[in-house]
């Protein structure tokens, strides 16, 4: 079973938990669509200083 290390205790838990059971440690949760709106942003800044 593959897990995930928290960041802030170390430990390995479910790659579906949202907070680590050990310490509370809350991972961030980004949705698909605001990955799109950074990529697209940043798209956009980088051709408004080339051209």
């Known amino acids: 079973m593959k897990t ?17 059971p050990i310490c509370g440690y809350e991972f961030a949760m980004y949705s698909t669509g605001m990955k799109w709106v950074a990529i697209l942003l940043v798209i956009l800044f980088i051709l408004y200083f080339i051209f």
């Open 4 to 20: 995930k290390e928290c960041p802030s205790c170390a430990m390995e838990i479910d790659p579906k938990s949202k907070v680590c």
